[in-house]
T-cell receptor
């Protein structure tokens, strides 16, 4: 089973709203990732959690706030977003960075529209 | 700066054709190269290539890593319309075990009936 699930599938929010994206995996992976993907572009890494600790923040604006409550769950809290933040947000997980054959498996994504 | 470049950016073929997609990289401390297929939503994993595994095959798809030329190819034989997708190449590199992937721009493949 290489399934990563994400909710919601679609989200429309105003610039003053607060919302959260959720990601879950039950593969026993200890690394989880958030990516942002704009149309016709490759995914761009936002955050990496390794063993439930934030290990990489790619200079993401503070209106995006990640949270890893346990090894299976990853959240992305959104507040005061801008229209240019509209994108597909992908979650991925892998065994652990640096482990042999460490492959990232992606969830289906959340399509976010900011009005 | 680490860089991954794919070519061609787009490709249109007919069913039954064979295609070769290219990926070249300039990175420090190469760890692995991965190929993904992206249709409507999430990238789905195809292959991972490392120094200890430079050739992989699965059905009509195969991939080779050339560490001397710092490149990889993805071959698809007897293409089908279901192969139409964006093919992404990504490289894991850098100091420390960060898990950070550097993606190429992708190759958009359209297979016509």
């Amino acid at each position: 089973d290489t399934e990563v699930t994400q909710t919601p599938k679609h989200l429309v929010m105003g610039m003053t709203n607060k919302k959260s994206l959720k990601c879950e995996q039950h593969m026993g992976h200890r690394a989880m990732y958030w990516y942002k993907q704009k149309a016709k572009k490759p995914p761009e890494l936002m955050f990496v959690y390794s063993y439930e600790k934030l290990s990489i923040n790619e200079s993401v604006p503070s209106r995006f706030s990640p949270e890893c409550p346990n090894s299976s769950l990853l959240n992305l809290h959104l507040h005061a977003l801008q229209p240019e933040d509209s994108a597909l947000y992908l979650c991925a997980s892998s065994q652990a960075p640096g482990s042999p054959a460490d492959t990232q498996y992606f969830g289906p994504g959340t399509r976010l529209t900011v009005l | 700066e680490d860089k991954v470049v794919q070519s061609p950016l787009s490709l249109v073929v007919h069913e039954g054709d064979t295609v070769t997609l290219n990926c070249s990289y300039e990175v420090t401390n190469f760890r692995s190269l991965l190929w993904y297929k992206q249709e409507k939503k999430a990238p789905t994993f195809l292959f991972m290539l490392t120094s200890s595994g430079i050739e992989k095959k699965s059905g009509r798809l195969s991939s080779i890593l050339d560490k001397k030329e710092l490149s990889s190819i993805l071959n698809i034989t007897a293409t089908q319309t279901g192969d139409s997708a964006i093919y992404l190449c990504a490289v894991e590199a850098g100091l420390g075990n960060t898990g950070k992937l550097i993606f190429g721009q992708g190759t958009t493949l359209q297979v016509k009936p």
